[in-house]
């Protein structure tokens, strides 16, 4: 009996709570990726530091998610640091029109 088998590339799943702060150079080294690719979100909106210039940056637990996201949808799709805060914009959108659903009953 010959079984299919399904090639799955496995992603690493790292569990950060929220109230983990990274400094601008401890996420560039968890992102894998320049600091200058990092500051060009923060200059789009991308990503929201605390802090007042980049030496003092601190990011929560959180921005790491969407930090690879953003990374990722960069590399993947050749966008822009503008077109990958539009597309991050439209995916939030369409995650809070969904949570709008499933509290109205909707699927």
């Known amino acids: ?3 299919n088998r399904i090639n ?3 992603t ?6 929220e109230e983990v702060q ?3 150079i401890e996420l560039s080294q968890v992102c894998r990726t320049e600091v200058d ?3 060009e979100l923060v200059m789009e909106g991308v990503l929201t530091p ?4 980049p030496e003092r ?5 959180t921005t790491l998610r969407r930090a690879r996201v953003a990374l990722r949808l960069t590399r993947d799709l050749e966008l822009n ?9 439209l995916l939030d959108e369409i995650e809070a029109l969904r949570s709008r659903l499933r509290r109205l009953g909707g699927d």
């Open 37 to 39: 690719q990092l500051m």
């Open 81 to 89: 640091a503008a077109g990958t805060a539009l597309v991050l914009d």
């Open 22 to 24: 990274f400094t601008l």
């Open 50 to 53: 605390s802090g007042e210039d």
């Open 12 to 17: 690493p799943c790292v569990i950060v709570e």
């Open 8 to 10: 799955r590339t496995e």
């Open 1 to 3: 009996m010959s079984m």
């Open 57 to 61: 940056w601190r990011f929560g637990g």
